[in-house]
């Protein structure tokens, strides 16, 4: 932000900079042999980019993308099944995202009419392919190389030549350095890191698998929660983390708020206050990996000729791996969504008509989310079938059993 900021230094030293650094990092993080995987992964769609016209260049880059991922998936699989380490797999999701971005941007850009395109679309396209520095640049930027979160091409331009300190006029305006929100967000992880290292003196997932752990029935759902609670934090610590040092990098800018105060929220991933008392599985969602969600909306939801939510299902799945508890994890997701969509349509008008009702109602519901959360999210870090199902009979699959049936059996209905 100081050092090299675009004021003393020239574009292309920041964009070198950014480059040379995330390599680097990358090689000391994951080694030779996992960063030629995912220089190959960059290479290769760089070259679709000048290889295949505009107007067909998305899809075969996010086709060719994910099943380069996918393939890279099967291989570990096949040789480290279940070994939770440090390699490619981490940031082939991240690039995934970033060259699928260039290409979509590249497509809005020179092969569709810019009347067809949305008001989000026509900001992010790119009217001209981008060199390789400014490739290499988006693709290893060290500040988003390994963890995310997940930004824009265009986003990623605007902070390396720091137009983002203009206004709409070319006028210099005063973005003054984001030292609250850097300290604010290292106060926030540092109370996630105590959560975190609290209760895992105690309890670890671990140990709530071991079948002979679980035995008295008031223990069992209250470890089994305050575990979920432990693996959530730990991705609220990492995602929030992340967050900071963008911020703290200069990266993050997202205009001003009513009272005229700058906003640093542009690649916040998480909100836990949003998550931990959303009073609805949906509205916590939204909320969690949230520059994900955006993507996944920008490249599959706002596209797909047919059935956008299925589709975007099944990329979220694809892009998440191959492990058989995502897919529990996803299966349940969607079943959640579509009955809580119904229970809000249906049932929650009956208990609009006092005060006290639709307080109950939306406590009873704020404990359905948590518990949701807990039943869906921890999936993440079991990955194997069998302790997935170990972990759901813990809750006696009550939530995937009554989300099934509400979403089978209520009706639709109408608004009340």
């Known amino acids: 932000y100081h050092v090299l900021s675009p004021k003393y230094v020239s574009l292309s030293t920041r964009h070198a900079f950014s480059a040379i650094t995330g390599l680097f990092l990358g090689y000391v993080c994951l080694g030779g042999w996992s960063m030629l995987v995912v220089l190959g992964m960059i290479g290769s769609n760089y070259l679709l980019l000048w290889l295949l016209p505009p107007t067909v260049v998305h899809r075969y880059t996010l086709v060719w993308a994910m099943a380069y991922m996918t393939a890279g998936n099967i291989y570990r699989l096949m040789y480290y099944y279940g070994v939770n380490s440090l390699d490619y797999s981490g940031p082939l999701m991240i690039h995934v995202t970033k060259v699928t971005y260039v290409a979509f941007a590249l497509h809005d850009g020179l092969g569709r009419k810019q009347s067809d395109l949305s008001s989000d679309q026509r900001q992010q396209r790119l009217l001209v392919r981008p060199s390789p520095l400014q490739y290499l640049s988006y693709a290893f930027n060290f500040h988003t190389f390994l963890a995310g979160p997940i930004c824009t091409f265009k986003e990623h331009l605007v902070f390396m030549d720091g137009s983002y300190q203009m206004d709409p006029n070319s006028k210099p305006r005063n973005v003054p350095y984001p030292i609250y929100s850097i300290i604010s967000k290292l106060v926030s992880a540092l109370l996630c890191l105590a959560v975190f290292t609290i209760l895992g003196r105690f309890m670890s997932l671990d140990h709530v698998l071991d079948p002979k752990y679980m035995t008295s029935f008031p223990s069992m759902p209250i470890t089994v929660l305050l575990v979920g609670m432990l693996v959530r934090f730990r991705y609220y610590l990492i995602w929030i983390l992340a967050d900071s040092i963008n911020n703290a990098a200069g990266m993050g800018f997202n205009g ?107 406590a009873l519901s704020w404990a359905m989310a948590r518990i949701s959360f807990d039943f869906m999210l921890t999936l993440k870090d079991i990955l194997h079938f069998r302790p997935a199902l170990l972990y759901w009979s813990f809750f006696y699959y009550i939530p995937l059993i009554a989300s099934f049936v509400v979403a089978v059996v209520l009706p639709v209905g109408k608004s009340r």
């Not at 000729?305 to 897919?327: D, I």
């Not at 969509?341 to 929650?348: D, E, G, W």
């Open 256 to 362: 001003y708020d009513k009272d005229g105060s700058p906003k640093w929220d542009l690649l916040t991933n998480i909100k836990v206050f949003e998550i931990e008392l959303a009073e609805n599985f949906r509205a916590g969602l939204n909320t969690y990996n949230s520059t994900c969600g955006l993507w996944l909306r920008r490249v599959c939801f706002d596209r797909a000729p047919f059935s956008p939510a299925a589709a975007t299902l099944l990329l979220s799945a694809l892009w998440h791996g191959l492990y058989p508890a995502y897919y529990c994890m996803f299966i349940f997701g969607s079943l959640t969504i579509v009955a809580g969509r119904k229970l809000r349509k249906t049932v929650r008008p009956y208990f609009m008509s006092s005060r006290v009702l639709k307080l109950a109602y939306d």
